[in-house]
């Protein structure tokens, strides 16, 4: 069953109904939150994306209205036309508390079976049921209110930066797989059988030729694809704010993106992000917070102990320093009594890290110090390090002794593991933000036995490091930065190279020759044999950022149809098989079968 | 080489500097479109997407920059600083002709080798060279000025939606492959191998789940594929505007769309589009124009002559009526002079339309007329036909005979070739716009020998055809409508069936048991059980949009990297091979290779 509208119009949404529209005659359309039957009438809560009004139906208001009302059920979808009227029970929960709707007429517009799932705020249901009815998670008012900042926050995205002179313009989706960088989801083609697109993992190269081109200002909001194995809070289809400007340095890049963020968490959440915002150089977040993006909302800087246990009888210490790494630690603020166990069990947490071991030195009272390294030095060295470390009484040292990378990434962890057993985020409601500029612009990797980009080949050194491209070339520095807010990459950029020369140096770093650099990115190079001019940009994780904006740690929560850790939509059973003639006027033919 | 900016600001764009900026010192940025040597002076027209500058050098205003301007070659990409002076050879073809740059300083920002392709407007190079050098060509100023079409008219589009309340949603790209329909792109799965996305052709499921989850008001602007071979003016990715509306009928959606219509056009064009557009039924456009998409900037209408003709002497005219089918004809004015060459190759052109002869009267004078069937007819024959056309002395009657299916889509094909020839629309600035309403629900597919759906199976019956659903499907018209601009669709949507009921007796018409059609839709089906709203809406194509807008015929003149008529990318070498060991992670095996 399902009624028409047969050309009855709504007047108004369910949430907006105020005293002032008392005595009007109105109807609104959506769907049964509640019914209940009270005192010999039906009152009826009906939702829709703006919020819920009461309706009460009555044998004296309407009788043949008050019969059908009686017949609905929760989620049923109705049209209901009626006075509005003052609420004599008002409910200050509700904005629409005050008043209430006289059921003169109704429509069951359609029913609805039980839903599996509740529709209500803060549901606590299982993953798979709310992806599998996510029509249904999606009605919920929280879902709902995500969703409408998502709009929102795009909507301010393209205003601001069309105010600024930017073009929307959209870049292909079948696109070229390059061997570099994660894993391309791959599409075959049919006019070209054996050969396949692949779906971008961003529009890269695409928007530096639209500068070559001359467009200047270039944005796009657009999906991009990696078919990597999903962590927690990835998706393999996601959505990326694309930025790039010519004739450009970092400042103005950086400059103009304060302004877009300041907007934005403006608009949204009425927060004012004060600009200009700071800036930290990569080795600095990394020997201070042994992260390049560092949580800022609270201390427990890492401090450097090596000077003064160097030359300690600590072999542990002595060694690591030897072999050019270093000693270090954070404090924990008046955690002097943890437990045993609880220390070991950092420990171990450490251990994940590849740190050999933690050592503690709890700094109980002035004349009492508890630590398992305290045989191995003096009192006048155990002040030594107090006070490097800058540990006050009640505090406690944990410290790690290894290569440089091992101790940073450790104590960098450790320190946000901290920060979230003794509970220092709680209540918090700052966002931090921070740049994170100046880094190294090659990584050497191990396996490869060369150095990588750590960013892309792109990316200009900075001027003063040009120099050591050919010599040193872990030394120099990138014209990059990432915009970190609260310890997670918000986005991150850099200027790019548009100068012949460099680039054939940063290649030779890569180790790559003419051939392979042609072949990897032939027609970039081939364009820029035509006039480019210098330019940067910087790209966001739009799923990332609308997290920041509604408050939720599940990126599933901010987009409509996700999948699940497995890149499968248990809504629409994506993936699934396709007939054989689909494959075979395609030219593929399937060698490994699905073992689910 | 490639000079840094260290620093310097652009302060204004090319196409900006006025008599009221002389006397400032600015700097500019661009591409040099010309340069000469006039004088003992170098001239150099610096062009960046707003427009160009003369820029003049000389030894007594800079030696240096002087020494460096002659250097230059076109498209070196520069920035020049110096002070703005009233020009002496006033140029009135330049926005900026009335001044002219006194170049004191100039940075060569990057060389350019000899471009393969002129960077001028209307170019008329080959499209393959066109395509490979697309960044060359995307600097051309009218592919500039489309592309910024392209981008304010998103922007338009998208003010105006937000402003009514409707959300932007952005629905997944991998979604899965449905059998009806275009022929899907899939993408391989690595982690279900054997399994399959498949690229979304349009997100319609999406969009009424969304309705169903109470979001009211949802449109995107996204990208949609199909693997079909191309027709001109069709690409394998493209981009829709996609609306949907809850709780409305025909008129609001057609109401709310024709105020975004005439907003684009206004701002774009500032053409004020009448409203409301005139509507038109499907079987009022096939009878007068043989098409359900007319061209109404001119008549030539089609003229039913069966009447008069169903007891004449000639045989084809007398068995198509006979048999069910009918004669009909189009007048083409003042062209009873035409040759009779001319005339053959229309004869020639309507059997492509599966017409087997035209026939034609020649109203030469009220006295003479000429026409090859004139023997089978009487003199008030001939008259009464003539009367029935409504030719008037001096036109040409062109008549078809045969079913009605043939007749009419054959005229509507003639017409619009007349109308080519004739010259109708020469200088032509006119949009007629027209809705094209009551669509036939289903179409009978007379290969699989069934009825099938002329839009999609969720299009709602009109109320008064339900009652044929079950046992007259052929007649049964839908609530669905298109928007007509000047003989092409730009748009088309319905209201779709929220009722189980009406669903039920649409699979039923279309030959769907109860497991195909939830083998098929099954999601969706398992979503209407749950209180789904009436709702409706539309699509648009964004390319066919912005060439329209843009004035240009050619779709790839409208999309930034398109692909050519083999979904290839001359530019990006794609589709391409890829790596064994990519084709292996996901399963699959070439079984046919490329002989290209």
Known sequence: ???????????????????????????????????????????????????????????????????????????????????????????????????????????????????????????????????????????????????????????????????????????????????????????????????????????????????????????QIV?????????????????????????????DVIAINERLIKRVFKEILDVDVELPIKRMSYSEAMNKYGSDKPDLRFGMEIKDLSDVVKECEFGVFKNAIAEGGSVRAIVAKDCAGMGRKKIDKLGEFVKTYKAKGLAWIAYKSEDEIKSPISKFFSEDDIK?????????????????????????????????????QLELLKDNKEFNFVWITDFPLLEYDEEEDRYVAQHHPFTMPKDEDIQYLETDPGRVRAKAYDIVLNGEELGGGSIRIHNTEIQEKMFKALGFTQEKAWERFGFLLEAFKYGPPPHGGIAYGLDRLIMFLSGTENIKDVIAFPKNQNAYCPMSEAPNIVDYKQLEELGIEISKLDEN
């Not at 930025?243 to 340095?249: C, K």
């Not at 040292?397 to 320190?415: C, E, F, P, S």
């Open 1 to 219: 069953m399902g009624e028409s509208l047969n050309g009855l119009k709504r007047t108004i949404m369910c949430g907006e109904p105020r005293e002032n529209n008392v005595g009007s005659n109105i109807t609104v359309m959506g769907w049964v939150q509640r019914k209940r039957n009270l005192g010999g009438l039906v009152f009826i809560d009906l939702r829709d994306r703006t919020g819920i009004l009461q309706v009460v139906f009555g044998e004296e208001i309407n009788k043949e209205a008050f019969e059908k009302a009686d017949l609905v059920k929760p989620e049923y979808c109705l049209a209901i036309s009626g006075k509005l009227v003052e609420r004599q029970s008002i409910n200050p929960k509700l904005p629409t508390g005050k008043v209430e709707l006289l059921g003169e007429s109704i429509k069951i517009l359609s029913e609805s079976e039980t839903p599996p799932i509740y529709i209500k705020e803060n549901l606590d249901a299982a993953e798979n049921v709310r992806l599998k009815y996510r029509y249904l998670d999606l009605r919920r008012p929280d879902m709902q209110k995500k969703l409408i900042i998502r709009h929102k926050t795009a909507k301010i995205v393209r205003d601001f930066l069309d105010e600024n002179g930017f073009l929307e313009i959209e870049t292909p989706m079948l696109t070229k797989s390059t061997p570099e960088g994660a894993r391309d989801y791959l599409v075959p083609s049919r006019n070209f059988p054996g050969k396949f697109y692949a779906l971008p993992q961003s529009p890269q190269i695409f928007k530096q030729l639209l500068m070559v081109s001359g467009y200047d200002r270039y944005f």
């Open 223 to 251: 999906k991009c694809f990696r078919d990597e194995d999903l962590r927690a809070n990835r998706q393999p289809e996601f959505t990326q704010i694309d930025i790039e400007m010519s004739f450009v340095e970092e400042d």
């Open 384 to 420: 030594a390090i107090l006070d490097k470390a800058e540990a006050k009484v009640g505090d406690l040292v944990l410290i790690i002794a290894d290569k440089n990378r091992v101790v940073l990434q450790a104590l960098g962890a450790l320190r946000l593991e901290l920060a979230k």
